[in-house]
């Protein structure tokens, strides 16, 4: 079912932060051994301050050590990060700042914003239900502090899927005996694929045969391989320093049927410690931060045909060139990021970004843009044409930064709007 023509309805939960009352239907399911997005959007009817948001379950123990994540209430399998380097957790309404960072601006009477968490569920124990309750607090307080001022407490209610295969049949990737590699449990069932920026309401399984996938970690690079296959068939390489994918980092992966021709490999880099390389703390890290890639892989040879990521609240795909690997970065500082994108795809630029450049960069709110999430239907249509084909001539590669090996044919298509609207 589609929203507007073109959203599917997603498992967004809305909270009013003027109203007091508690809604019991603020429930939203987590995906076992897997990572998804939890996306509020929140809204009022008065002039509220800046604000951030935070779970209210953080350890003592971890705020003492820098590490910046947060479990459910009542359940240690459930954590929940965040991004953006907010320390005291995200922001109710952000503003751009040089278009490439970001601070945080009041929410007035009758605006509404979007706020996105991930949740990841590890271990053995499924809770057929767990609580997480978000804080919001004014701009200047710190989660943990005994004279913390929190205006309001959401809780909001976590679920198991409705129909779950047996924990056996479920295909996922799991670590081996071996540091640094993981390989594929081999279940029968794989859930359908799940927009990082719009989770869908319900978790669904298809029955599904688990691919050959193998995942390694070599020398501060990343390598996925296919049927044992001597050459990967992506790579993906840290460019921090010190190496944050080997020291300070957490790596989850997400594995879903994406269509009848292809799979989906999500990889998530989590930064969650302050402190990381020998107790430096390494300034020019936003920490805590996420970065993800999204790879659709070709279901009879193992060849990854698209690839995604995210750029400064964007969600971006591109095409990996025939015969070429895909290569992927992560750890660049967002400002070289954004450079990059301006140097290497300066038409792409003014097209996609360069509205709040034009509007004084006045924050998004001052923006009008229609939501656009690129997976419905492009992404999928062009997945299915690229699973059936040999071999293709090719385009002008574009470069995207963090992706290489790779071409946008239509950006605008394949670029989604600006997750902040919605």
Known sequence: MLLNGNIPIDATIHISLDNSHIHPDRKMQYRPWGTRTIKLNLSTEIDLPRLSILPQNRLQEDIDLGIFHAYADNHRSLTLTWGGGHERGPNVKSKDVLSAFESSAPLKANESSYTYFQLTHTGNQLPNQATVTFNFHPEGTEDGNPNNIVLKKSPIQLVLPTHLPTAEQITRIIPEAQVNSWTVYPGQYLPAYDSRWWPAQDIIYLPCDPPPIEVSIVGGRLYIRWNHGDEPIAILEDYTDPPVMLLGGSIAFDLFMFDECSYALRVWFMW????????????????????RFDLIIRRKDGRVILACTDLHWHEVWARVLPGKT????????????????????????????????????????????????PVEPYIRRLASREATVTLKATGMEAHLPTLHNVEQRRPTVMTSSDVRLG
């Open 272 to 291: 969650v410690d302050k402190f990381i390389g020998e107790d430096r703390f390494v300034h020019r890290h936003e920490i805590p931060d996420v970065e």
């Open 326 to 373: 895909l290569h992927a970065t992560l750890g660049m500082p967002r400002d070289i990021a954004l450079n990059l994108a301006k140097e290497k795809l300066r038409e792409v630029w003014n097209e996609i970004w360069a509205i709040p450049a034009r509007l004084g960069r006045k924050g998004i709110d001052h923006i009008v843009e229609s939501i656009n999430n």
